[in-house]
């Protein structure tokens, strides 16, 4: 409206002979102009009526996870991750915003099935320097590539047999303080270091409060060519764990870990054609050996469509309770947007109980803000 205002005053000044403006006119044209510009100055204001910034407001997302499933063993055993039926996996909600010039915060809360509410992440994070980050809160630790994903990003629907043996369903979450160092490189490398609680069940819980673990992750990013880029990552974890300290064996756990992966993305054609392929080992050594691995393709065909597939293997190569388990997972998703997906997915789990056969039919949809995804 103002814009059109000052429209017709220069056309009104260019159509008028100068002759017919008279001094009064000319300065009552001033005036206009002046007020105009003194009422355009608060609408360019993003200040609400605190006076804070709306860019200060934490962004809300919501995502929800409606899962069938089908499994052809263990139906009646209540103790079975996936027996026949249908669920709500999870519900999520993010609430993430800069809490001041310096700082920013995130929170994620999950709801899994429909009544138990848990703070899945609530940490915050800051830059010390351009090159040095810091993060203090609950979060998922960098342990490898899949133990920094949300439910809703995971590659398949599912976790790998590996990841959910040595972590549990839950991952490595844990309260802690961490800083990162981007390195002067000519590739992205990152080195992390963070100081944990160390409360993960399976691997550490130690008795006592002070009994921390520590992790550290080196992670490189190279661009091979134009469409082609290969991340290689290793990471490692030290910390007590539950187990009575013998005159042999300390109760100590020791976690290594090494990932690589390789993204492919024809130029001009990144909505249509993606390929990826991303493998990750990890081992825990402490009283009892735990190692396993997993690799993974995922093939984007067409702009809607993915085809997916994935090998996952564990062991524990010694001991009276050795254990050899794998499983082979097919994924078929149409993901009309980035806010919503349909998979279907196929596993055959081969165990020294009855090998399972198992169909999950997951929708997942996202609202509100989307932030961007890990790489």
Same mark, same amino acid.
């Given at each position: 409206?103002?814009?059109?205002t000052?429209?017709?005053?220069?056309?009104?000044?260019?159509?008028?002979?100068?002759?017919?403006?008279?001094?009064?006119?000319?300065?009552?044209?001033?005036?206009?102009? &002046?007020?105009?510009?003194?009422?355009?100055?608060?609408?360019?204001? @993003?200040?609400?009526?605190t006076?804070?910034?709306? @860019? $200060?407001? =934490?962004?809300?997302?919501?995502?929800?996870?409606?899962?069938?499933?089908?499994? #052809?063993?263990?139906?009646?055993?209540?103790?079975?991750?996936?027996?026949?039926?249908?669920?709500?996996?999870?519900?999520?909600? &993010?609430?993430?915003?800069?809490? #001041?010039?310096?700082?920013?915060?995130?929170?994620?809360?999950?709801?899994?099935?429909?009544?138990?509410?848990?703070?899945?992440?609530?940490?915050?994070?800051?830059?010390?320097?351009s090159?040095?980050s $810091?993060?203090?809160?609950?979060f998922?630790? =960098?342990?490898? +590539?899949?133990?920094?994903l949300?439910?809703?990003? $995971? =590659?398949?629907?599912?976790?790998p047999?590996?990841?959910e043996?040595?972590?549990?369903?839950?991952?490595?979450?844990?309260?802690? $303080?961490?800083?990162?160092?981007?390195? =002067?490189?000519?590739?992205?490398?990152?080195?992390?270091?963070?100081?944990?609680?160390?409360?993960?069940?399976?691997?550490?819980?130690?008795?006592a409060?002070s009994?921390?673990?520590?992790?550290?992750?080196?992670?490189?990013?190279?661009?091979?060519?134009d469409?082609?880029?290969?991340?290689?990552?290793?990471?490692?974890?030290?910390?007590?764990?539950?187990?009575?300290?013998?005159?042999?064996? +300390?109760?100590?756990?020791?976690?290594?870990?090494?990932d690589?992966?390789?993204?492919?993305?024809?130029?001009?054609?990144?909505?249509?054609?993606?390929?990826?392929?991303?493998?990750?080992?990890?081992?825990?050594?402490? +009283?009892?050996?735990?190692?396993?691995?997993?690799?993974?393709?995922?093939?984007?065909?067409?702009?809607?469509?993915?085809?997916q597939?994935?090998?996952?293997?564990?062991?524990?190569?010694?001991?009276?309770?050795?254990?050899?388990?794998?499983?082979?997972?097919?994924?078929?998703?149409?993901?009309?947007?980035?806010?919503? @997906?349909?998979?279907?997915?196929?596993?055959?789990?081969?165990?020294?109980?009855?090998?399972?056969?198992?169909?999950?039919?997951?929708?997942?949809? @996202?609202?509100?803000?989307?932030?961007?995804?890990?790489?």
């Amino acid at each position: 409206m103002k814009s059109i205002t000052l429209y017709i005053l220069l056309i009104s000044f260019l159509f008028n002979p100068v002759g017919a403006w008279s001094a009064s006119q000319y300065e009552e044209l001033e005036e206009r102009i &002046r007020l105009l510009e003194k009422e355009q100055i608060p609408s360019q204001s @993003s200040s609400t009526a605190t006076g804070i910034s709306r @860019s $200060f407001n =934490p962004a809300i997302s919501l995502n929800g996870l409606f899962l069938g499933t089908y499994n #052809d063993e263990g139906n009646y055993d209540s103790t079975k991750g996936v027996r026949t039926g249908i669920k709500v996996q999870e519900v999520e909600m &993010r609430l993430a915003a800069n809490i #001041d010039h310096w700082l920013r915060g995130d929170i994620t809360l999950a709801i899994e099935g429909t009544s138990t509410i848990e703070v899945e992440e609530a940490f915050v994070e800051g830059l010390v320097f351009s090159n040095l980050s $810091f993060k203090v809160g609950k979060f998922l630790s =960098p342990f490898g +590539k899949h133990n920094q994903l949300h439910s809703h990003a $995971f =590659p398949f629907i599912d976790l790998p047999v590996v990841n959910e043996e040595i972590f549990g369903e839950e991952g490595l979450n844990e309260i802690g $303080f961490g800083v990162s160092y981007l390195l =002067p490189t000519e590739w992205f490398s990152e080195f992390t270091f963070q100081l944990l609680k160390g409360s993960n069940t399976t691997q550490f819980n130690g008795p006592a409060g002070s009994d921390f673990a520590y992790l550290m992750r080196q992670n490189n990013l190279w661009e091979l060519n134009d469409e082609t880029t290969m991340e290689l990552g290793s990471s490692y974890v030290h910390g007590k764990n539950s187990q009575p300290p013998t005159s042999v064996i +300390k109760n100590k756990t020791n976690l290594v870990g090494g990932d690589l992966t390789f993204k492919w993305q024809p130029a001009g054609r990144e909505a249509y054609k993606t390929l990826i392929w991303q493998t990750e080992f990890m081992g825990s050594f402490r +009283k009892q050996t735990q190692e396993g691995w997993y690799t993974l393709l995922q093939n984007q065909f067409a702009k809607q469509w993915w085809v997916q597939g994935r090998y996952s293997g564990y062991t524990i190569p010694h001991g009276p309770n050795r254990i050899d388990k794998n499983q082979w997972s097919a994924l078929l998703a149409w993901v009309p947007s980035e806010f919503s @997906s349909i998979r279907l997915q196929y596993n055959h789990l081969n165990q020294a109980a009855a090998d399972e056969n198992q169909v999950l039919l997951q929708l997942n949809f @996202s609202m509100g803000s989307h932030p961007a995804h890990k790489y």
